[in-house]
């Protein structure tokens, strides 16, 4: 996925918060008043790095101000203050990631779960109906499957993903919501893993699928960058290859009117329009901000061959 997020970290502003923090002693011991009065990072990290380590809420952290961390509350603060200074996601140093009103957990092995792939799932959520099929490709961790089944209680969800670290993740996330018995998780690439499984069409597939050009990864800002898996991000030259495989192959899983969902970067939409035949019909969405963030593709019907044929009208 490309991401539209700057660092929430100002340029020249990381070194100095360092500098600030190599400063602060281990001692004497500090009040959650102290902490949150400090100014090493920006007031919102600093409360939810605090809500983190200490377990109050952030309503909770002013409510106790004048409360002593103990010891390791204070070390553990410190430690994932520097961290945050240096550029790591918050996300990754909670193991927290709000999605669709829903906490995940997130590590290294995943993507960080964006506000603007939620218009890739409400759209979903419109088409299932109560008791739909419906597959997530690249499920990463599992945001969106596990979103689609917590919603939907009778939806049925298959998710597949290439890496092992990142099913792990989405199991544990399908557990934590209680909705493990009704999404089937696959390791392998694209729809493959789905061939023989998969018995009757699915009326929607979702797609967050890797689709930053390799040529603008070294312009990603540094939290994204350095921290997060490049599996997860890189698309290969251009951005779109994995989704010219994907539309390819999708038909042959698809029941006649079935959609298919991707979300794109706000510049790809008319590249990624090129990669459908005259077996589909095409619309672009927009997201919060007024930029072109998913194609919704309707699969009419006609031929498609198991294992990736080309749609009809190629």
């Given at each position: 996925?490309?991401?539209?997020?700057?660092?929430?970290?100002?340029?020249?502003a990381?070194?100095?918060?360092?500098?600030?923090?190599?400063?602060?002693?281990?001692?004497?011991?500090?009040?959650?008043?102290?902490?949150?009065?400090?100014?090493?990072?920006?007031?919102?990290?600093?409360?939810l790095?605090?809500?983190?380590?200490?377990g109050?809420?952030?309503?909770?952290?002013?409510?106790?101000?004048?409360?002593?961390?103990?010891?390791?509350?204070?070390?553990?603060?410190?430690?994932?203050?520097?961290?945050?200074?240096?550029?790591?996601?918050?996300?990754?140093?909670?193991?927290?990631?709000?999605?669709?009103?829903?906490?995940?957990?997130?590590?290294?092995?995943?993507?960080?779960?964006?506000?603007?792939?939620?218009?890739?799932?409400?759209?979903?959520?419109?088409?299932?109906?109560?008791?739909g099929?419906?597959v997530?490709?690249?499920?990463?961790?599992?945001?969106?499957?596990?979103?689609?089944?917590?919603?939907c209680p009778?939806?049925?969800?298959?998710?597949?993903?290439?890496?092992?670290?990142?099913?792990?993740?989405?199991?544990?996330?399908?557990?934590?919501?209680?909705?493990?018995?009704?999404?089937?998780?696959?390791?392998g690439?694209?729809?493959?893993?789905?061939?023989?499984?998969?018995?009757?069409?699915?009326?929607?597939?979702?797609?967050?699928?890797?689709?930053?050009?390799?040529?603008?990864?070294?312009?990603?800002?540094v939290?994204?960058?350095?921290?997060e898996?490049?599996?997860?991000?890189?698309?290969?030259?251009?951005?779109?290859?994995?989704?010219?495989?994907?539309?390819r192959?999708?038909?042959?899983?698809?029941?006649?009117?079935?959609?298919?969902?991707?979300?794109?970067?706000?510049?790809?939409?008319?590249?990624a329009?090129?990669?459908?035949?005259?077996?589909?019909?095409?619309?672009?969405?927009?997201?919060?901000?007024?930029?072109?963030?998913?194609?919704?593709?309707?699969?009419?019907?006609?031929?498609?061959?198991?294992?990736?044929?080309?749609?009809?009208?190629?």
């Amino acid at each position: 996925m490309k991401s539209s997020t700057p660092s929430s970290l100002p340029s020249g502003a990381s070194a100095v918060r360092l500098e600030v923090l190599a400063r602060v002693p281990a001692k004497p011991r500090l009040s959650i008043g102290d902490v949150l009065r400090s100014g090493v990072l920006p007031p919102l990290d600093r409360e939810l790095i605090l809500s983190h380590v200490t377990g109050l809420d952030r309503a909770g952290l002013y409510c106790y101000w004048e409360r002593i961390l103990t010891q390791k509350e204070q070390e553990r603060f410190w430690e994932l203050a520097k961290r945050r200074a240096a550029g790591e996601p918050l996300a990754y140093l909670t193991g927290q990631k709000e999605f669709m009103g829903l906490s995940f957990y997130v590590d290294r092995r995943v993507l960080i779960p964006r506000p603007e792939t939620e218009l890739l799932v409400e759209r979903a959520l419109e088409l299932m109906g109560p008791d739909g099929v419906a597959v997530d490709v690249g499920t990463g961790s599992g945001a969106v499957a596990v979103s689609l089944a917590r919603y939907c209680p009778g939806a049925r969800v298959w998710a597949t993903d290439v890496c092992s670290g990142a099913l792990e993740v989405a199991r544990a996330n399908a557990a934590r919501h209680g909705v493990a018995g009704r999404v089937v998780f696959l390791q392998g690439d694209l729809l493959d893993p789905l061939k023989g499984r998969l018995t009757e069409g699915a009326g929607v597939i979702c797609a967050n699928l890797p689709y930053i050009a390799s040529e603008d990864m070294p312009s990603l800002p540094v939290q994204v960058r350095l921290y997060e898996p490049h599996l997860a991000l890189d698309g290969g030259p251009g951005g779109l290859g994995h989704y010219e495989r994907l539309v390819r192959q999708a038909p042959a899983f698809l029941k006649p009117g079935g959609r298919l969902l991707l979300e794109i970067g706000y510049d790809q939409a008319r590249r990624a329009l090129a990669l459908f035949g005259a077996g589909w019909e095409l619309r672009v969405e927009k997201d919060l901000a007024g930029l072109d963030r998913m194609i919704e593709a309707r699969w009419k019907g006609g031929e498609a061959l198991d294992g990736g044929a080309a749609v009809a009208g190629e």
